[in-house]
Every structure is written in C-alpha cells, then in structure tokens.
C-alpha cells in the first residue's frame, strides 16, 4: 500500500527557514495530486499547498510568497520549503496522496486526498 512519511520538523525563530520533506512510496500513475497540510491544536486542518503530477502548483494565500512545493525529479519525494516562518505558522504538518488519475488541478480539499503521513511537528518561537 502507498506510504508517506514525513521529516524535516524543528523548533525555529520567527523569520527562519525549514524544508519538509515527504518520502512517497508505492504510489503510481498520472493525474495525480499531492499536498501538505496542517493542523495546529485545537484549529482544523488547513490545506497549504498542492502539487499536480505535471508540475502546477497551488498555494494557500496564508503562504503565498513564503512556501514553495515541489517535488524530485523522480517523483519520490515531496517538499515544502518554508521561508519567513512566523508563530501562526506553528503545527504539525502532514502530506497527502490523492487518488492518481482524478486530479485536474491542485487541490487544498482534505476530502480528494485518500493517503496521509503521520505527520512532522513544526513550532516557531
């Protein structure tokens, strides 16, 4: 079955920088959507950014400018390089997989995505 596992979570200062990464296994095929994703205590989970299997991206306005997904040139790993890191940006942050052939645009619904990580803890002071 697809696994992702998530690294690449710390404690930072306001206005540091951390990449995430997000090992992706087992997952094959086209048209397919990843995205990370983030949940602070006692908030819902928020979408952050998405990337089809193409190269488009999609970020949340709350990091625009400051985050960037991507991904490796062998499709096996899944990235979030944070830049400008503020205190609200404080959670822990999950990838996800969604279903390959259905995805015709990024996407920031919780609901499209079928394969979650366990998750990376992000805190900035």
Not at 61 to 85: C, E, H
Request: net charge neutral; with cysteine.
């Amino acid at each position: 079955h697809v696994q992702l596992v998530e690294s690449g979570g710390g404690s930072v200062q306001a206005g540091g920088s951390l990449r995430l990464s997000c090992a992706v296994s087992r997952y094959t095929g086209s048209d397919y959507c990843l995205g990370w994703f983030r949940q602070a205590p006692g908030m819902e989970r928020e979408g952050v950014a998405s990337i089809r299997s193409d190269g488009m991206t999609f970020h949340a306005d709350s990091v625009q400018g400051r985050f960037t997904i991507s991904q490796d040139a062998n499709k096996n790993t899944l990235y979030l390089q944070m830049n400008g890191l503020r205190p609200g940006d404080t959670a822990m942050y999950y990838c996800a997989a969604g279903r390959s052939g259905l995805c015709r645009f990024p996407t920031l619904d919780p609901d499209f995505y079928i394969y979650w990580g366990q998750g990376t803890q992000v805190t900035v002071s």
